[in-house]
């Protein structure tokens, strides 16, 4: 299958910020997670992709379409973090000018997308709470019926009850028709429900695409006592008092054994565990 | 619909293939009928919060050993699956959980006899009406 989007060696400087070189495509089907720190280039990689900020090095290719050429953007739906415009327009008002904008808008889905997350429409944008800006925003975004949706951090600001709507809609969405998403998010039961692909990033380094149970499923979490202060045990890659991680299971469990070391606990860690060691750098890979 | 699946963190066991083992339970026990709907590889994924290649590859499984059956546009739903199947998945699911407990019992040391008597009793308990 063609991928929508294919990303090669891109490279973007910005001040003394380096993000790149990035490589990585988008297949129909799959949803893919922007992971990373405060200020690792999340945002930054989503306006190179809508073509809102130039790259100094490699190519996006888009629906087999390189830069500029064609008319991709009807088939990318983008949602920045903040809109900026907004402010002085109405729910209705803004909801009339861009279905106006979009001939495939979806007018079912964009009502019920209001009505599941009791968007008032009378009110103008910039007197809305932000958790309920992103929410018309969404219910704008959503509708146009794009091959690929872009969604920077599309639910910081919402209350539990809405982010799992808002799950539950982005499931439905990917139900209909070939679609892919990409979704930039610090929410960790965001990536854990909807992403199938993680893709790291630290300080504007790619660290790597990985498929989600590939974070998790390779490495066992262990609580022992008695362990050699010096020295590392094969497969580890984490170690904090009586808790090891490893990557080679058999391996270490053979070292329990052979040393006489019961393990306490021995388990799979937490997706935003793994994540979160592998961004501070706490981890070797 | 929603499915009752548990997966566990303790067990080293791959993911796809628990998933694959309890529907398979789910399916041979009679709890999902011939003809009842599964959820989506996208919803199910969702709810076992794991990727959709992971419940793919399960759902891929099942279909290959005709425990499910995927129609293009319409789902996926349990297929009509013969007595005697239902009855050797039943057996292979006790035999395995059997398997596991003397797999437990043998890496603390436990003897033959000893395994046996805590085999009895539990056994016993069941039958008086305790458990």
């Given at each position: 299958m063609q991928p929508f989007i294919n990303i090669e060696h891109l490279e973007k400087k910005i001040d003394d910020f380096t993000l790149g070189p990035i490589d990585f495509l988008i297949e129909p089907g799959t949803i893919t997670a922007l992971v990373g720190d405060n200020g690792s280039g999340k945002s930054t990689l989503l306006k190179i992709i809508m073509d809102l900020v130039n790259a100094d090095k490699g190519q996006i290719d888009r629906f087999g379409l390189l830069e500029?050429?064609?008319?991709w953007k009807k088939d990318l739906a983008y949602q920045p973090q903040t809109v900026v415009g907004y402010d002085a327009f109405t729910g209705e008002d803004l909801h009339q000018l861009i279905s106006h904008w979009y001939p495939t808008w979806d007018e079912k889905l964009f009502l019920h997308i209001i009505n599941e997350l009791h968007v008032p429409l009378n009110k103008k944008f910039g007197k809305l709470s932000q958790g309920v800006q992103q929410k018309l925003t969404l219910a704008l975004t959503l509708p146009r019926n794009a091959k690929v949706l872009m969604l920077d951090e599309p639910t910081s600001f919402m209350d539990i009850p809405s982010k799992k709507i808002v799950v539950d809609l982005l499931v439905d969405w990917m139900e209909k028709e070939e679609r892919a998403i990409i979704l930039a998010s610090h929410q960790a039961e965001d990536i854990k429900k909807l992403a199938d692909f993680i893709v790291l990033l630290r300080s504007g380094k790619m660290l790597g695409l990985f498929e989600k149970e590939s974070l998790t499923e390779k490495y066992r979490k262990y609580w022992v006592t008695g362990l050699p202060g010096f020295e590392t045990i094969p497969g580890e890659v984490f170690r904090a008092e009586h808790e090891v991680i490893s990557n080679q299971p058999d391996l270490s469990e053979q070292y329990f054994a052979a040393h006489d070391i019961t393990p306490m606990n021995s388990m799979t860690p937490d997706l935003e565990e793994m994540i979160t060691l592998i961004l501070a750098n706490k981890m070797d890979m | 619909m929603n499915v009752p699946i548990t997966l566990s963190k303790d067990s080293r066991e791959p993911i796809y293939h628990q998933i694959e083992k309890q529907l398979k339970a789910l399916i041979a026990g009679g709890h999902l009928a011939a003809g009842a709907t599964l959820p989506s590889i996208r919803v199910l994924s969702k709810d076992l919060e794991v990727s959709v290649i992971t419940t793919r590859r399960a759902y891929q499984n099942l279909e290959n050993d005709g425990f499910i059956q995927t129609i293009q546009g319409k789902g996926t739903f349990v297929a009509q699956i013969e007595k005697t199947r239902k009855e050797k998945t039943k057996e292979s699911a006790v035999y395995d959980a059997l398997d596991t407990a003397v797999r437990t019992a043998i890496s603390y040391d436990y003897n033959a006899k000893q395994i046996m008597d805590m085999f009895t009793s539990i056994l016993n308990e069941y039958q008086g009406g305790k458990k």
């Open positions: 500029k050429e064609g008319d | -």
